[in-house]
């Protein structure tokens, strides 16, 4: 793969990051998923959902792995969870809505979304956190118009979110190794979510 320059300092290139993605074998996937949306009141809606998944390398590799002394000499991964996937998630959600004045109606609306560890690569070392965001809305709706303030991630949750491997090239030597000579200059690239954020929001319709 050719790396991509993005810009240079002094006369030098500098270069974005380069991600591989490679057939590691073949794998099973097992999992059951459940859901419920629910009109409890005239005024009160909820929702909730929940799903596992078992998915598992089976006889798979990979041929970067080889050198690394946990899966030398083929860089086997059998068994291990396959790269971000969640074995329980889950959501779960409440609104209220009910009239005001006129033809004015006020509603009030919580969600919850619950994402369990993932792995970052096949060797199931590079873990991506659990993590649980809510978000919230309140507001007013007319036929013709609505006004909502809201917040979402109200809780300030600042787990990552994904993490991948890549590579720079420029941390390589002239020859194009490390200077070890061994191992090919992978990293992790890893990326946060958004942190809390509170916002208004005002539609109208034409």
Known sequence: ???????????????????????????TIKGAEFSIDAVVTDNLSANIGVSYV???????????????????????IKGN??????????TAGAGYQAPLMNDID??????????????????NQSVIPDSTTVNAHL???????????????????DEPVDAYRDVYFTNTTPDGVTSGGRFFPWRYTVTY??????????????
Do not use: C, H
């Open 193 to 206: 979510p958004r942190r809390v954020q509170y916002g208004l929001t005002w539609r109208m319709k034409f």
């Open 1 to 27: 793969m050719i790396p991509q320059t993005v810009e240079s300092i002094n006369g030098q290139p500098l270069q974005l990051p380069v991600a591989f993605q490679v057939n590691g074998g073949d794998a």
């Open 139 to 157: 507001g007013l709706t007319k036929d013709t118009w609505s006004i909502e303030i809201y917040a979402l991630n109200l809780f300030d949750n």
């Open 81 to 90: 969870t396959i790269l971000r996937s969640s074995e329980w998630q889950g």
């Open 106 to 123: 006020w509603y009030l609306r919580g969600d919850a979304a619950y994402r369990g560890k993932q792995y970052a690569d096949p060797t």
């Open 54 to 76: 078992d998915a598992e390398y089976g006889d798979a590799r990979v041929d970067s792995f080889t050198l690394f002394p946990s899966f030398a000499p083929d860089g086997q």
